[in-house]
């Protein structure tokens, strides 16, 4: 029978088969795999959202003009201090979770639990802030004039401060039809009606000389441009279609629509990944909990998950500095 | 690799008596990291928006390696990379960065060359 034995003449060497070679086990060897192959997803978008950036370099949106909201700071403008924050609590929920590692391979159970329980609360608490930067930049600020050619029109008063439509915008009462679907073979719900319409804005805009239309094109001082009152009254007349407040998948106040798009699309699978994040520390949490890896004698799983959650701090990192700070 | 870790940063320079105490160090290391960002990103010094290199403004290059700075002492110190052999931190590291440096190159020559298009060529772009 020794004959038919396969022998390849590798035995004990490094590649040979039989031991680990990486010294690392089947499950963390495929988390790294799952890493790698999400990391490559991420730069896509990240990278997808830098061609979009240099292909409109003349005319993106400014971070700082657009992320100037701190919860319970209503109406003090304090650009990044809040995305700061988050880029905080997502670092120290690093921290616990690497201290729950640590403590896992020194079979501390009790420290395990404290501080997993730490890890998800930081989670949560990261997924909240995200939830609330959506729920402000879709609601927008001062709103703005789209352009038929789907340009950002802003306003600002002589002195270069922005001013909110509110501010100016004429009432012009009318009355709106409602198409309901019981009225027509084809129904389509109508679009949002926005605080008022562009009439109103034309007109109020018209009556009050000190405003000034600033366009979402760079000047030669890398600054978006404004326009003298002239052009201005011009640009609205000729151009100006409709009103838009916050930002949406098809109209952003800020500047161009892309910019929104690839916040929402980006900040938006990152904030999933946490939220799956703390979905699974929550499950490793309760494995903990009941004892399953004091049973099992090893809390590889605790760093397997651990390294999912850094992996998502990592990421965070990149979409940080390329969404807020360049 | 379980339970020996490797307790010097910066290439040997800070030593630490044990793993957790590591683990503050790094995560000080990173607040001091971000706190600079934010403060540069509030701040934005003019010496470093002014000027330019490689068709960027400085200022955006200091934020790129501050990042990578971050990204480096996350994966080695808080996923255990500095822990793992060679070979699984080789086949990590230079797989993602070849792609993702190849993949960066080319759309944003491509963005840059559309921007060209729409900007000098008969493409009426402004209305």
């Known amino acids: 029978m020794d004959t038919t034995v396969e022998k390849t003449g590798t035995e004990g060497k490094t590649w040979g088969g039989g031991n680990r070679p990486l010294n690392a086990s089947y499950g963390k060897l495929m988390m790294w795999f799952f890493i790698v192959s999400d990391a490559l997803t991420f730069s896509g978008f990240i990278a997808a959202y830098g061609f979009s950036r240099f292909k409109f370099i003349d005319a993106w949106p400014i971070a700082d003009e657009v992320f100037t909201h701190v919860p319970f700071l209503h109406g003090v403008p304090a650009p990044m201090y809040y995305v700061a924050f988050m880029t905080f609590i997502l670092i120290f929920s690093s921290v616990t979770m690497v201290l729950a590692v640590d403590a896992g391979h020194k079979m501390q159970q009790k420290k395990v639990i404290w501080y997993m329980f730490f890890t998800i609360i930081g989670g949560a608490i990261f997924v909240g802030s995200q939830a609330w930067e959506w729920a402000t930049f879709i609601k927008g600020d001062y709103g703005a004039v789209e352009t038929k050619g789907g340009k950002i029109l802003q306003f600002l008063d002589t002195d270069g401060k922005r001013v909110a439509l509110a501010e100016f915008a004429e009432k012009i009462p009318t009355t709106r039809d409602i198409h309901l679907e019981q009225n027509g073979v084809w129904y389509e719900a109508e679009p949002t009606v926005t605080t008022y319409s562009f009439e109103e804005v034309k007109a109020g805009f018209l009556a009050n000389d000190n405003l000034l239309v600033r366009t979402q094109y760079y000047n030669e001082n890398g600054k978006p441009t404004v326009l003298t009152r002239e052009e201005s009254v011009a640009k609205i007349m000729n151009d100006g279609k409709l009103v838009v407040e916050g930002a949406n998948l098809k109209h952003n106040e800020y500047g161009h629509p892309l910019f929104a798009d690839f916040f929402f699309f980006i900040t938006g699978f990152h904030g999933f990944h946490v939220l799956t994040g703390v979905l699974i520390n929550i499950i490793i949490f309760f494995n903990v909990v009941i004892g399953t890896y004091e049973r099992r004698g090893s809390y590889e ?14 990421v965070w990192v990149f979409v940080f500095t390329f969404f807020y700070l360049v | ?9 910066f290439r040997g320079t800070v030593k630490f008596k044990n793993n957790i105490s590591k683990i503050w160090g790094v995560f000080v290391f990173l607040s001091i990291v971000t706190i600079i960002e934010v403060a540069l990103g509030i701040i934005k010094p003019e010496f470093l928006t002014e000027t330019r290199f490689l068709a960027m403004k400085l200022l955006n290059w200091v934020f790129i390696i501050l990042t990578l700075v971050k990204a480096y002492y996350i994966t080695w110190d808080f996923m255990h990379m500095r822990d793992e052999k060679s070979g699984l ?39």
Do not use: P
């Open chain 1, 301 to 314: 799983m605790v760093e397997k998950v651990g390294l999912y959650w850094h992996f998502v701090d990592l």
């Open chain 2, 1 to 9: 690799m379980a339970h020996e870790h490797k307790l010097a940063i």
């Open chain 2, 89 to 127: 931190r080789r086949a990590v590291v230079w797989t993602g960065v070849f792609l993702i440096c190849y993949l960066m190159l080319i759309l944003l020559i491509e963005g840059d060359y559309i921007f060209e298009v729409y900007k000098n060529n008969y493409v009426k772009f402004d209305f």
